[in-house]
């Protein structure tokens, strides 16, 4: 059986769960967090990029949430990001408002918190956080970074390694020791594409009801689905379990208000490319003619500075078919 790109190469990329949805949903409710969130106390030196996502490492900053959105001083700025050479892996920093911010260290696609890119500004919505500076910058934890799309030639700032380091890398910047690792949890999300791809597909048994998955998205990102391409699978994998009768793809934009007032609005169609963009995911499976709806609202969510990042996705509501085996008893 041959598979398209999308449905083995992105889940591989990705690691998308092998339980069943009903087990371990994506948007599961999480209990807010509370108190300030510290690095964990390891022994200096390189830890597996295996470590459970929940354990926070400085250069490795955990995906600020409505969970942990509260644990400290907010700050939301655009800046050009600069790299800085360390070892064992280079550093980026971007500077605001006299102050200089550690954004994470250059690790790998696993990554939650997505690097920032030279020759483009970023957009930092992040918590300042209690521990020590990294050299001579604050650092932000939780932290959601946003690569913005039009080209900035003066966004090209490179240093030189001063002795500014992090204790505990998560690996280098070329190929890691975890290889294999990746590849065994690769060639498990192979498998489990191939069974969801699969024209005949044996439900998982999950409690039948319409349900929605909210997909959250970079600012002014619409075409890129890396990093959402697991829960957008996982949205999939719920469809064909309950047979859905329908499934309403909806895109949305919205804004973002900075610390210093200003408001950023994202550029008009991202709703459209994001919608879109879904559903192409959506076409790589096997579901009826119809079944699946896309369409988008064109007019930005207002910004109101608590969770703005929540504001800028794709809804999917997923509404179930009759079970086939009542269907066939009458």
């Not at 949430?65 to 800046?79: D, K, L």
């Not at 992040?126 to 900035?152: H, T």
């Not at 499976?285 to 119809?290: C, E, I, L, R």
Request: with cysteine; glycine share 6%.
């Amino acid at each position: 059986m041959k598979l398209t790109s999308h449905a083995w190469l992105a889940c591989a990329l990705i690691g998308v769960p092998v339980v069943a949805s009903a087990q371990v949903p994506f948007d599961a409710p999480a209990e807010p967090v509370k108190g300030p969130i510290l690095p964990a106390e390891l022994p200096p030196g390189r830890v597996s990029e295996s470590l459970p996502r929940n354990v926070y490492v400085t250069g490795d900053p955990l995906l600020l949430t409505r969970e942990n959105m509260h644990v400290g001083e907010r700050i939301t700025f655009v800046a050009c990001p600069y790299m800085q050479d360390s070892e064992p892996t280079p550093l980026w920093f971007a500077d605001y408002n006299g102050e200089t911010y550690f954004l994470r260290a250059q690790q790998n696609l696993s990554a939650r918190v997505r690097h920032p890119q030279l020759k483009h500004k970023v957009l930092v919505e992040g918590i300042i956080s209690p521990e020590p500076r990294v050299g001579k910058a604050i650092v932000l934890n939780p932290l959601r970074l946003s690569v913005l799309p039009e080209v900035d030639i003066t966004c090209d700032k490179l240093l030189p390694n001063d002795g500014t380091a992090i204790k505990n890398p998560k690996r280098p910047p070329g190929p890691g020791v975890d290889a294999v690792g990746r590849e065994t949890g690769a060639e498990r999300s192979r498998q489990f594409a191939a069974r969801l791809w699969a024209k005949e597909y044996t439900p998982d048994p999950v409690e039948r009801v319409k349900r929605e998955f909210v997909i959250l998205w970079d600012f002014d990102n619409g075409i890129g689905a890396h990093g959402n391409y697991g829960q957008v699978v996982q949205a999939v994998k719920y469809a064909r379990d309950v047979e859905a009768s329908k499934v309403e793809i909806i895109g949305y934009r919205a804004s973002v208000l900075l610390s210093n007032g200003e408001v950023l609005v994202e550029r008009p169609g991202v709703e459209k490319d994001r919608a879109e963009t879904v559903k192409t995911i959506f076409d790589d499976y096997p579901f009826p003619p119809g079944v699946v709806e896309v369409r988008w609202d064109p007019n930005p969510r207002p910004a109101d500075g608590i969770a703005d990042f929540e504001k800028r996705a794709v809804s999917i509501i997923v509404t179930p078919g009759p079970e086939r085996s009542k269907v066939a008893r009458k």
